[in-house]
């Protein structure tokens, strides 16, 4: 069967066949195995190994290079001369921003719409879990070419750090990958999915920590030849693990859908609007508002946090390593406030947290606005210890509106859409940044303010549908149980007057 051939129905095969293999003895020898912790601990503590040093790197060459000014001025760290220079190449990453931002989000939608379905057809992670590492490696190898080989421009820094990486997927791909194989393996060994996921989302946090705190430490003492040959061997290691200890355990063998096949975007699209029962499409496309609200929000603090607090609390690259840090830190102590207090003890529905995670972002970017000094700084993600709620409750609230077997597809459109959102939310924020950093570094977090509301009303509206769908279907049960109730008592009348 050749792809210009193949059937409609192909894109749709399950592997029913192939999940249920293997025995108790199997599952049980299975249970408490490591699956993906190190291959995703490796990951992301070379990204945030890297983070800080890449951003130097931005600003170093835009100095030097495009501005022509000398290194000792580039990095005096003190002085008028140094903030007149710091500035204007704050403005020229930002405007390169606006260009590479784009290109790079649009290739990253491109391969996980065709990606996505095709896994979820074919029932192969792996293939998904190797390209976004294997993008990463290039682009690691390109960042140290351009440190030896020096005399690129920013335009082609950025690019050469942004094209591979995206190419690959980005780590949005490596974490859809991740929790799909986490899912396939759950299902066929029987391990406990809340547990297995909620183990690999913790040693995420962790290395979060980790890397925010000793990347800039290594910068300071090693330089950049000290930081990105570590974070390229950690990058290589997390791409072994997967080559070599990673197996599909659900594949559909009779599956003959090409990844280029050009209906596999089409499908997907079709099974996320496709009609619903009740209000499930209508619930399903708010949360997906809410999703593409949380990624812009987290791209915009990824793209422009260094420079902004570089820029008005003059952070270095140590203080603000040590701030990320601690921010991950409240977070994932919000995390845990979130699964022990508010859902197990108050036992509050997955709108209400998503409601109050959004006035705990609020309040906290508002603050964040206000304040000027460094010390306080440290005060505002204890006011938004909840914020990453949202991130917490929105796949379950998905989840209840779809299929087992539509998640694969389903998810793909949301990284998609992610990605494509990004693609115009990332140059945007970049050119507001550009024009407004000079006179009001702050404007770049109203944008956030406004979507945080909007996701508060998009749980508010939620809960509403969910409420009027559980009254309809609890109406005609209790209808059903009066006109029971009223067959008996009419029994119980004439079998009385019988008698």
Not at 72 to 88: D, I, L, N, Q
Not at 429 to 452: E, H, N, R
């Amino acid at each position: 069967m050749t792809e210009s051939t193949l059937d409609i129905t192909e894109l749709e095969k399950l592997r029913s066949t192939n999940s249920n293999t293997g025995d108790r003895k199997e599952r049980s020898e299975h249970k408490w195995q490591m699956i993906l912790e190190p291959a995703l601990v490796g990951a992301m503590i070379a990204i945030n190994l890297g983070q800080t040093s890449l951003q130097n790197f931005y600003l170093r060459t835009a100095c030097t290079v495009d501005l022509g000014l000398s290194t000792e001025v580039c990095e005096r760290g003190v002085g008028e001369e140094f903030r007149s220079a710091e500035t204007a190449s704050q403005m020229v990453v930002s405007s390169v921003n606006v260009s590479r931002s784009f290109v790079g989000s649009l290739l990253a939608t491109v391969v996980l719409l065709f990606v996505g379905p095709w896994s979820d057809c074919s029932g192969r992670r792996k293939p998904l879990l190797i390209l976004p590492l294997l993008g990463m490696c290039v682009m690691t190898t390109g960042v140290l070419l351009m440190l030896i080989f020096p005399g690129a421009n920013t335009a082609q820094v950025l690019y050469m750090v942004q094209i591979p990486i995206s190419l690959g997927g980005n780590f949005g791909l490596l974490l859809a990958a991740a929790f799909s194989h986490i899912g396939d393996l759950c299902h066929s060994t029987g391990r406990d999915v809340t547990r297995t996921m909620g183990t690999h989302r913790a040693a995420i946090q962790i290395s979060h920590v980790v890397g925010a705190v000793s990347g800039p430490l290594l910068y300071r003492h090693l330089g950049f030849y000290g930081v990105f040959p570590l974070v390229l061997l950690l990058q290589v290691s997390s791409l072994v693990y997967v080559v070599v200890m990673i197996k599909d355990v659900n594949v559909n063998e009779d599956n003959q859908v090409s990844v280029f096949n050009w209906r596999l975007p089409l499908k997907a699209i079709h099974c996320l609007l496709r009609p619903r029962d009740g209000h499930k499409r209508f619930i399903i496309l708010l949360m997906m508002v809410v999703a593409l609200g949380d990624r812009m929000l987290l791209s915009a603090e990824v793209l422009l946090s260094y420079m902004f607090f570089r820029n008005k609390f003059h952070f270095d690259d140590v203080l603000f390593g040590s701030y990320l840090a601690y921010k991950n830190t409240i977070s994932f102590l919000g995390t845990l406030l979130i699964l022990s207090l508010l859902k197990r003890r108050l036992r509050l529905s997955d709108e209400a947290v998503g409601v109050l995670s959004c006035l705990s972002l609020v309040l906290a970017t508002s603050s964040l606005m206000l304040i000027t000094s460094t010390i306080v700084v440290f005060i505002v993600p204890i006011l938004g210890i909840i914020s990453q709620g949202s991130q917490v409750v929105q796949r379950p609230l998905l989840n209840k509106q779809i299929l087992p077997t539509e998640q694969g597809k389903i998810y793909s459109v949301m990284g998609a859409l992610e990605s494509a959102t990004q693609t115009i939310s990332s140059p945007l924020y970049s050119l507001l940044y550009t024009k407004t950093v000079s006179v009001m570094p702050d404007a770049w977090l109203i944008p956030g303010i406004c979507l945080a509301v909007i996701q508060l009303i998009a749980y508010i509206h939620t809960r509403r549908l969910n409420k009027n769908t559980q009254n309809n279907v609890a109406l005609p049960i209790l209808n059903k149980d009066c006109k029971e109730k009223d067959e008996k008592c009419n029994t119980i009348e004439i079998n009385s007057e019988t008698k």
